[in-house]
């Protein structure tokens, strides 16, 4: 018997703002423990909450990237459950009001293009981080109340790498949007996924296993692929699918048991008493959309315009900063595919080698793309600028400077570099003799006798050209 996987995710995206959703407690990742808590966090009586605005304005920007109905007005709701990392044995969000619903998003998958449908986006609080030891569990309430997004997924994924696709869109999406960092790593983009399998061409779900704690998009697929597996496995058997909750174990590549399901959690939602609706503008919501960062999918575009190739265009976007340097660089007339040469290859060996963001890069934008334009206008060679380059790596000083202080701009003087060629050919006639018996290596040879005399100044290409019709004549 042949199954279909039916899969829907829930991301969380831990908003970027100075402070927290519902307290004015500041947000910062990395922090010391327990030191950037309000009294609201810690569940305080008589502390009141209040909508962080910025937080609203991300959600708005994130549903309208995902094509989402934005409602129009501000509802939450108290989501009532008790577990240690929740202070106030409720958490605020929305329920029967979200902010957006009914969006899709285009993933790009080795299939070709898929539209997944998204049911919804809603705003809440995140709870306490857990730090669990052997015989007890430490508590750090610096997470509690920090802005979620949680996107919810429509059952439209059918595969590992499909899954795999949509969470590395959704992370583009709020990684350029600049409404989140999106780094699974520190938790700020956070993955649950549900897999259930069904026979082919049934339109009934099967049962339905989740799977939490899922800490990188390559473990998104891993997990779902062992998962489908797995319960392929028990069905072929005789077996039945139980209702649980699993994690990926990194080491064995398997999903483990955590706990069985049984009926569904009854959280008892009710209106939050305490934030009475708030009345959201078209004018508002129209700005938020308006003044909304590029998206990669639009940049993209943009880049094969400007007349890069495919793969460099996709290089550039695989990181806001990096993407956002090219655009700084590109507004001083630099050779946008020259430039993005240099980036995709030079600067991000850098960066890998250094093991720093781009952030970090000493090079400014300005600067790098001088340099491009020194090459572009054949000032200087290839290798003069990896020279100027290494230099610049140690001190952002302007390049145009830095040839002029090593004495390197590059000679494009036809009758300077006859003068070197006639020095040439006067030294190796064996040489042009070896090169009119075939041997093509002694034009290079020659070549680079004249480079050398011209200590490397000379342009290669103009050289080479001159150095062909002056063999011609003997």
Known sequence: ?????????????????????????????????????????????????????????????????????????????????????????????????????????????????????????????????????????????????????????????????????????????????????????????????????????????????????????????????YEIKRQEALLLSGGEVQQETRRFDEDSKTTVLMRVKTDAVDYKYFVEPNIPPIKLSDEFIRHAIETSNELASSKIKRYLDLGLNEYDANQLIQNRDISNYFDDASQYGANPKLLANWINVDVMAVLNKEEIEMKDFIISAKHLAELVKLIDSKQISNKQARDVFSIMLKKDDDPQQIVASLGQTMVSDEEVILNLIHQVLQSNKQSIQDYKNGKDRALGYLVGQVMKLSKGQANPGLTSKLLLKEIEKY
């Open 1 to 225: 018997m042949n199954f279909e996987a039916v899969i829907g995710l829930e991301i969380h995206v831990q908003m970027k703002t100075k402070s927290k959703m519902f307290s004015n407690a500041p947000v910062s990742y990395g922090a010391y423990p327990n030191c950037e808590v309000a009294l609201l966090d810690m569940a305080f009586p008589g502390t009141m909450p209040v909508v962080n605005m910025q937080a609203v304005i991300n959600g708005i920007r994130v549903a309208n990237a995902l094509h989402m109905s934005i409602d129009n007005e501000l509802w939450f709701d108290r989501k009532n459950y008790f577990y240690s990392d929740l202070p106030k044995g409720y958490q605020i969000t929305q329920n029967a009001r979200p902010i957006g619903h009914d969006g899709y998003l285009e993933i790009k998958t080795s299939k070709g293009i898929k539209k997944i449908g998204v049911e919804r986006i809603h705003l809440e609080e995140d709870t306490c981080k857990q730090l669990h030891f052997n015989d007890y569990t430490l508590i750090d309430y610096n997470r509690a109340g920090i802005p979620l997004a949680e996107i919810v997924s429509k059952p439209d994924l059918r595969s590992g790498e499909e899954a795999m696709k949509y969470v590395e869109t959704i992370r583009s999406i709020v990684s350029f949007l600049d409404v989140s960092d999106g780094k699974m790593e520190e938790g700020s983009l956070r993955c649950d996924v549900n897999v259930s399998i069904r026979p082919f061409g049934s339109d009934k779900f099967g049962t339905k296993v989740e799977i939490k704690n899922l800490n990188s998009i390559s473990n998104v697929q891993l997990a779902i692929d």
